[in-house]
């Protein structure tokens, strides 16, 4: 059984930074990263990453979040800068291994002043 611990979220301003983790049970994943959920919207990705070092980044996420992983520890890692009330969502942890992907229980990101 797979299982993805998610730490991390919580409110911040409008401007600030959050730094999300995701470490997962199980061997290595081909994929890891993450994905959102607004209210009354579709899930979107956010960041995910590969074994190998290739990032595929959300377009509305270009240039202020980071993704990152640490192979060894099957962990991945989003480091959130210039936050945005549109950043408000459900964050979910993503682990694919192509033909079986996992998903961990999201944790709230909420900006606001």
């Known amino acids: 059984q797979v299982q993805l611990v998610e730490s991390g979220g919580g409110l911040v301003q409008p401007g600030g930074s959050l730094r999300l983790s995701c470490t997962a049970s199980?061997?290595?994943?081909?994929?890891m990263g993450w994905y959102r959920q607004a209210p009354g919207k579709q899930r979107e990705l956010v960041a995910r990453?590969?074994?190998?070092?290739?990032?595929n980044y959300g377009d509305s996420v270009k240039d202020r979040f980071t993704i990152s992983r640490d192979i060894p520890k099957n962990t991945v890692y989003l480091q959130m800068n210039s936050l945005k009330s549109e950043d408000t969502a459900v964050y979910y942890c993503?682990?694919?291994?192509?033909?079986?992907?996992?998903w961990g229980q999201g944790t709230q990101v909420t900006v606001s002043s």
């Open positions: 990453m590969s074994i190998t070092g290739n990032i």
């Open positions: 199980g061997s290595i994943f081909v994929y």
């Open positions: 993503n682990a694919d291994r192509g033909a079986s992907s996992f």
